[in-house]
């Protein structure tokens, strides 16, 4: 198996287990929840973009699989498209 493909293999996993606790927190409490997942994407977009101590591939796999998952929760819960990024990037 090729390096890229044990990657893609882990991102479809860490994708996976991140929609599927996305959807469980947000159904426990959807108000609640929805702000969570959008305080939680903030600090994965700038973690994403601090990369000081070299996670690597099987790092940025993780995070980014975790930031898509969210994000895919968050426009299926409000059935909808973001119109802006104001409303991950922002509390409300």
Known sequence: MLMKEIIEDH??????????LAMSIIENDK???VSQIRG???????RLGND???RGYFG?????ATIAAYELALTTVEGRLP???EKTTMAQ
Do not use: C, H, M, P
């Open 11 to 20: 991102y479809t996993e860490a994708f996976e287990a991140a929609y599927a």
């Open 83 to 85: 119109a802006n990024t």
């Open 60 to 64: 940025d796999s993780d995070i980014q």
């Open 52 to 54: 000081i101590d070299g």
């Open 40 to 46: 939680t994407l903030r600090s994965l977009y700038v």
């Open 31 to 33: 108000e609640q929840g």
